[in-house]
């Protein structure tokens, strides 16, 4: 533990918003001494690990990396960290990401832009771009990531390490602060498959605190071992097809998908959803989503207050001076879609398609155990670039923004050189996407 806090504090990726030296030492004597005294231990004793910043830990900062609520202190701690403590992990580090979620390159934090793990001049992908890198450079054994659309699943496949985005409701979001409440999921970033089957286990299961919870069974280790039962796989072929492909994603692609030929599993090409009606249906939701959730941060109850006139220009102070530039964007655009004269057209509209990418991937069940595409068009921006064209930045989530919408099972795979592969199965049908990314190992 202290050998991994200090590599945390010395790191130079800017993947630290607060370091939980002491609650982490205390938790490492415990274990020492229960190890000494030869009781039993827990499942994840003494393994430590880093949380983003937007999970509630009683009694530390929880920023969301933003001005807003910099000086912020948990007044609890979220289910699904509260079941690793329990289980014995080590809670080292709050970890930088986009603030509030918002943004794909950890770049949008006054903590300053995350470095790719490989390449420091690259991005670390985002929001969960802290969380990504403390794993692929080992400062932690495993991170908790926040994905809802694409969060954990991107920066995973931009620094070649696994992670899952469960199926919603599968892991309680209580304490996890809300960005856009009908894709928001948590999920773990690892190094290894069985890693993340046991992280799964550890935090799923039905919550009071969160009403959309569901029950689901434990997947046992030797249950992903046995490669029998995927048939039949999908891929969509617009995403293969689409022109802004990087010609070395879709050259890897089309590789993994000749290996799993030749192991004698069927493949079919599947019709989706283009990327700008994809992009366009999940920035319009997550915007209405994330200016109603956010609407209380206005200095009252929480949040770095800034003192006006009056009561009006306090709120309007505090939202201007300590939001950043993206999420007053979203914010505003949430605003709109949502108001009279635009909710049927724009809001509206989008719950429609929502209903019709669902109805999609129902139908493609049918026919498919898992879906399989790249987890990006693009490889890693260099830093700074994502930042001048915000449009592009949201285009680059064609391909993760669908299966959030479909509130589906899906896993980064490290593909190569590439940025990384995305598996995706039906709802709650994490076992099945387990074992077959066992079988693609
Ligand atoms: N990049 C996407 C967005 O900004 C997804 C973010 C996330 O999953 N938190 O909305």
């Known amino acids: 533990v202290q050998e991994k806090l200090d590599l945390l504090k010395?790191?130079?990726?800017n993947t630290v918003n607060s370091l939980l030296d002491k609650i982490a030492l205390e938790l490492a004597v415990k274990v020492d001494a229960k190890i000494a005294n030869g009781e039993e231990i827990g499942l994840l004793e003494g393994i430590p690990f880093g949380i983003k910043d937007v999970y509630m830990v009683q009694g530390t900062y929880t920023t969301a990396s933003s001005d807003l609520l910099k000086n912020y202190k948990s007044a609890y701690t979220a289910t699904a960290i509260q079941k690793l403590l329990d289980a014995g992990a080590i809670p080292l580090v709050k970890e930088n990401c986009d603030s509030f979620g918002h943004g794909s390159s950890s770049e949008n934090t006054i903590f300053g832009a995350v470095k790719n793990a490989l390449n420091t001049e690259l991005v670390a992908g985002g929001s969960s771009g802290g969380s990504a890198v403390n794993v692929a450079k080992d400062y932690t054994v495993f991170s908790i990531g926040g994905d809802t659309g694409g969060s954990i699943r991107q920066p995973a496949g931009y620094n070649h390490i696994y992670g899952l985005k469960p199926t919603y409701g599968r892991i309680s979001r209580y304490g996890l602060m809300a960005y856009a409440s009908s894709t928001d999921c948590v999920g773990p970033l690892a190094k290894s498959i069985e890693d993340i089957r046991i992280l799964l286990n550890?935090?799923?299961?039905?919550d009071i605190k969160d009403q959309t919870t569901i029950t689901s069974t434990e997947i046992k280790e030797d249950s992903i071992l046995n490669n029998g039962k995927v048939k039949t796989i999908g891929y969509f072929k617009n995403f293969v097809n689409n022109t802004s492909i990087d010609p070395k994603i879709k050259a890897d692609f089309l590789a993994t998908l000749e290996k799993i030929k030749e192991q004698g599993i069927t493949i079919k090409e599947l019709d989706?959803?283009?990327s700008d009606t994809l992009v366009s249906t999940y920035y319009t939701l997550a915007m209405a989503e994330t200016a109603s959730n956010l609407s209380r941060l206005d200095g009252t109850n929480y949040g770095n207050r800034i003192e006006g006139d009056n009561l009006k220009d306090t709120y309007a102070i505090t939202r201007s001076e300590n939001f950043s530039e993206e999420s007053k964007r979203r914010i505003v655009g949430g605003n709109q879609v949502l108001s009279q004269g635009f909710s049927d057209e724009i809001y509206l509209k989008a719950l429609?398609?929502?209903?019709?990418?669902?109805?999609n991937f129902d139908k493609d069940f049918k026919e498919v155990d898992i879906i399989l595409s790249p987890v990006t068009p693009n490889t890693p921006p260099k830093i700074g670039d994502s930042l001048k064209d915000p449009l592009a930045m949201y285009l680059s989530d064609a391909y993760t923004v669908g299966f959030s919408l479909g509130q589906l099972p899906t896993l980064t795979v490290p593909q190569g050189t590439s940025t990384g592969l995305q598996i995706t199965a039906a709802k709650n049908q994490e076992q099945t996407l387990l074992k077959f990314a066992n079988f693609l190992k």
Do not use: P, W
């Not at 550890?202 to 039905?206: A, C, E």
């Open 10 to 13: 010395e790191n130079t990726h």
């Open 202 to 206: 550890v935090m799923s299961g039905k």
């Open 272 to 274: 989706f959803f283009d």
């Open 352 to 359: 429609a398609l929502r209903d019709q990418i669902s109805d």
